[in-house]
């Protein structure tokens, strides 16, 4: 079997690996990258980029279909899915070719096949063909990912789609059920619901969306039902059947059993690690009780050699936060004294309207011990919002009221997934309120809405009055009985 010799070796090409062999390539490190499968990972072959190709796609459907309000009349638009697919397969394409040029310039010798551990400090890799080679390093980082979970009475399939099948577009399905309202779930929806489906969703939780302000989830599920779908939360999915040409799911809904007929499902209920097959337990690399592996702040695993990085080290599954770490792995690799050390790990949604969030939420701040103040400024109230007429939604940002150090920041609205840049900017430069307020942001433009939520927190908005902060409820309770 023939053996090659590296500094480092990364396995799994996604946005975690694929960046970590650049960074260890500019650091001086004799570099192998292997995956088994095309290069850019989940996140470019069937996540982030061609999801958000087709999301960009519906919603131009979208703003043709509303074109009236502004006096443009367009006849209804059609869609021609096989056209749609191709040009998000091109997309797909182009980005799997430039990392190939990039790892290539950067002089990474890029390994096709599946890596197995057999000792701290060698691979095995199985190419598609069954050929073996073995690959020696000093250090390896593990950046496989992971991989849609599968829950009992769904089996994936034809009827039963994962986000893959999902993103590949097979057909627009009249009625679509989506079980499970997290991210992947809330955003593959919508675009389907505004590519005509009528699209059902299911959530096991009260919400849609855990963990973000609810003021921002109700604009989405208001935005559902205007395009012809429900939410039901509380929901759980418990199997179905086919029933002549369509299928039934069958559901608790708040305690009643219900069937909801449909054409398709989509199961997106979250994400497991994907260390199968690795031999990581033969080496004695720890997972943790979830089953990812257990890294510190370096990213170093239980065994020195052996470094983890991205989805397979632990949420939030993010591909920027699997750059990120992989960056610090291989500086650490590298000989240097990188660390995680972020303030801000912003995180966007991109359902309608967008959501992005940085930073503390209220109860975050409150938790940590901060008396919050919060500035809130609608969409609705700023010239561009109006002007394009995106005008749903608002900017809140959480500060601290005795020092009015920014904490958080949650924007529902236009562009929400852009705006959030300089939001994370401002908390890594450890920006205060004033900061952000007394920075002049261009007019008209979207941005100008942080700027003044900083400013409304400080009671100096300019375009919404300023109104004195009503107590909170529990205090209010607690003063009427003083
Ligand atoms: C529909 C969808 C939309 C998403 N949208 C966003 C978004 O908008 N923003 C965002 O931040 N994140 C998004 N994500 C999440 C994002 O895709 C992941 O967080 C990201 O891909 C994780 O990167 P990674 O490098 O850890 O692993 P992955 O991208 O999962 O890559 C792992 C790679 O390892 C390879 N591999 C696995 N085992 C082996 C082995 N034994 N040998 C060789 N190769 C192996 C696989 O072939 C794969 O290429 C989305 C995900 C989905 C499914």
Known sequence: MATQTFDAVVIGAGPGGYVAAIRLALLGQKTALVDREALGGVCVNWGCIPSKALIAAANLVEDMKHASNRGIFVEAPRVDIAKLREFKDAVVKKMVSGIGFLEKGNSVTVVKGTAAFVAPGAVEVTGADGAKSRIEAKAFIVATGARPIEIPGFPFGPDV????????????????????????????????????SQVIFLEALPQILTGIDPDAVRL??????????????????????????????????????????????LCAVGFRPAPAGLGLDQI????????????????????????????????????HKASKEGEIAAEVIAGMKSARDWVALPAAIFTDPEIAVVGMSEDDARNAGYDPIVGKFAFGALGRAVAIDHA????????????KLLLGVTICGPEASDLIAEAALALEMGAYLEDVALTIHAHPTLPEAFMEACKAALGEAIHMLNRPERPRKAEAGAAARA
């Open 392 to 403: 749903e939604g608002f900017v809140k940002v959480i500060g601290d009221r005795a020092s």
């Open 161 to 196: 789609w994962s986000a893959k099948e999902a993103v590949d577009l097979p057909e627009i399905p009249k009625r679509l059920v989506c079980i499970g309202g997290g991210v992947i779930g809330m955003e593959l929806g919508t675009v389907y619901a505004k590519l005509g």
């Open 284 to 319: 004695g690399v720890k997972l943790t009780e979830r089953g990812y592996v257990e890294v510190n702040e370096q990213y170093r695993t239980s065994v020195p050699s052996i470094y983890a990085i991205g989805d397979i080290a632990g949420p939030p599954l993010l591909a």
């Open 220 to 265: 989405v599920q208001k935005g559902i039902r205007q395009r012809g779908g429900a939410v039901h939360v509380s929901a759980k999915a418990k199997g179905y059947e086919r029933r002549g040409d369509e299928l039934v799911v069958k559901a608790e809904i708040d305690g009643k059993e219900q069937e909801i007929p449909c054409d398709r499902i």
